[in-house]
T-cell receptor, first 116, second 113 residues
Framework: ETGVTQTPRHLVMGMTNKKSLKCEQHLGHNAMYWYKQSAKKPLELMFVYSLEERVENNSVPSRFSPECPNSSHLFLHLHTLQPEDSALYLC???????????????FGSGTRLTVV | GEDVEQSLFLSVREGDSSVINCTYTDSSSTYLYWYKQEPGAGLQLLTYIFSNMDMKQDQRLTVLLNKKDKHLSLRIADTQTGDSAIYFCAEKGAPGGSYIPTFGRGTSLIVHP
């Protein structure tokens, strides 16, 4: 167990569905992140939250909608996705936005999303 | 070009040393990281090095940093089959600049008997 828990582990959804990805950490971290990992591409940062405030939205389409109700939970709401959105979605947390030194980032195991 | 570059694959024999290389472009990088991703899992921080260091050793892992050439390497001694994974290099700039690390595409390390 990495300390960051993501559910579900796998998700198959149609293009007209609405679903949500959940991320939870009880490490006392103040910053949380959503990343998209596609085959043979660099990790793509999607959203950054610090103390429940969104501090970065990296030009992500509006069909992805994040929510951070408290510093331990992060959601990614999905609607009307496209097949090219199929990927591994990783949640990460860090002590603070600096995420430096031997803290770095703690990643969850990811949600494997397939859009059909 | 990409900010952090790595070769995509490396194949080694069990018991040999593995060297995974990474180059980056941000001369203000202050922290450089190596992450490991096993199948079906997220990224796990393996080790990190500050930009004012040349080398860091941690058991079987040795990190070498050539700041002049912006080159980072990870050496795994006595590579085992359990080391098979994807290894990501990441760099982060100075405080006050971008606080988000930039990741490479990852190097798939394949260890065969």
């Amino acid at each position: 167990e990495t300390g960051v828990t993501q559910t579900p582990r796998h998700l198959v959804m149609g293009m007209t569905n609405k679903k949500s990805l959940k991320c939870e950490q009880h490490l006392g971290h103040n910053a949380m992140y959503w990343y998209k990992q596609s085959a043979k591409k660099p990790l793509e940062l999607m959203f950054v939250y610090s103390l429940e405030e969104r501090v970065e939205n990296n030009s992500v389409p509006s069909r992805f909608s994040p929510e951070c109700p408290n510093s331990s939970h992060l959601f990614l709401h999905l609607h009307t996705l496209q097949p090219e959105d199929s990927a591994l979605y990783l949640c990460a947390s860090s002590q603070d936005l600096l995420g430096q030194g031997n803290y770095g980032y703690t990643f969850g195991s990811g949600t494997r999303l397939t859009v059909v | 070009g990409e900010d952090v570059e790595q070769s995509l694959f490396l194949s080694v024999r069990e018991g040999d040393s593995s060297v995974i290389n990474c180059t980056y472009t941000d001369s203000s990088s202050t922290y450089l990281y190596w992450y490991k991703q096993e199948p079906g899992a997220g990224l796990q921080l393996l080790t990190y090095i500050f930009s004012n260091m040349d080398m860091k050793q941690d058991q079987r892992l040795t990190v070498l940093l050539n700041k002049k050439d912006k080159h980072l390497s990870l050496r795994i001694a006595d590579t085992q089959t359990g080391d098979s994974a994807i290894y990501f290099c990441a760099e982060k700039g100075a405080p006050g600049g971008s606080y988000i690390p930039t990741f490479g595409r990852g190097t798939s390390l394949i260890v065969h008997p």
